[in-house]
């Protein structure tokens, strides 16, 4: 088995700070993933990493930066926090793309 | 746009009964839809998936059925338990790519 970690738990910033997320994996797996959960709205992709430093958009990109420098990590950033982007965000990992994924606990952005 | 869409949005139901939850989508080259379950507080896991082959795919008291003609399949929890309680999201990929998810059902059983 195995087990994803998710840094921090709780994050809280000011409107246009940048924040960074981070999320470690020790399944061996190659690919990661980033999405945002806002209540009602269900799972949304904002980045994946099909293996070691590679990075590609999902659907809500925009806003934010990701970084894959190992394999067993993913970081992601929000480049200038808003108010109306707190959420949840939950870091996945899967053997290869579209494989069963394996979530974290998430990550609870507040800003202030 | 929405490729997957689930309802009810909510659903309530006794302990014993059978949970039923929907799920449809519109993209015809899916053909792996994962059921996962989340707990507050927690990640969603797996729970039960089905490849678009079969239209029936059973664990324990968690049932799939898949109607590929008209898009739909459902997720059905027998004899519900309050342990079920949780939010339930119906995704689905065509294999090798990545998965898009619905937006979940929150199911609570009342004991």
């Known amino acids: 088995g195995g087990i994803i970690t998710q840094t921090p738990k709780f994050l809280i910033g000011q409107e246009g700070q940048k924040l960074t997320l981070k999320c470690q994996q020790n399944?061996?797996?190659?690919?990661m993933y980033w999405y945002r959960q806002d209540s009602g709205k269900g799972l949304r992709l904002i980045y994946y990493?099909?293996?070691?430093?590679?990075?590609q958009k999902g659907d809500l990109s925009e806003g934010y930066d990701a970084s894959r420098e190992k394999k067993s990590s993913f970081s992601l950033t929000v480049t200038s926090a808003q108010k109306n982007e707190m959420a949840v965000f939950l870091c996945?990992?899967?053997?290869?793309?579209?494989?069963?994924?394996?979530f974290g606990p998430g990550t609870r952005l507040t800003v202030l | 746009q929405q490729q997957v869409r689930q309802s009810p949005q909510s659903l309530t139901v006794w302990e014993g009964e059978t949970a039923i939850l929907n799920c449809s989508y519109e993209?015809?080259?899916?053909?792996?839809f994962p059921w996962y379950q989340q707990f507050p507080g927690e990640g969603p896991a797996l729970l039960i998936s089905?490849?678009?082959?079969?239209d029936k795919k059973e664990d324990g008291r968690f049932t799939i059925f898949f109607n590929k003609r008209e898009k739909k399949l459902s997720l059905h929890i027998a004899d519900s338990q309050p342990g079920d309680s949780a939010t339930y999201f119906c995704?689905?990929?065509?294999?090798?790519?990545?998965?898009?998810f619905g937006t979940g059902t929150s199911l609570l059983v009342d004991p």
């Open positions: 993209n015809s080259a899916f053909d792996y």
């Open positions: 996945a990992s899967s053997m290869g793309l579209g494989g069963e994924q394996y």
């Open positions: 995704a689905a990929s065509d294999m090798g790519y990545k998965l898009t």
């Open positions: 399944f061996n797996h190659d690919t």
């Open positions: 990493s099909i293996t070691e430093n590679d990075l």
């Open positions: 089905i490849l678009s082959v079969s």
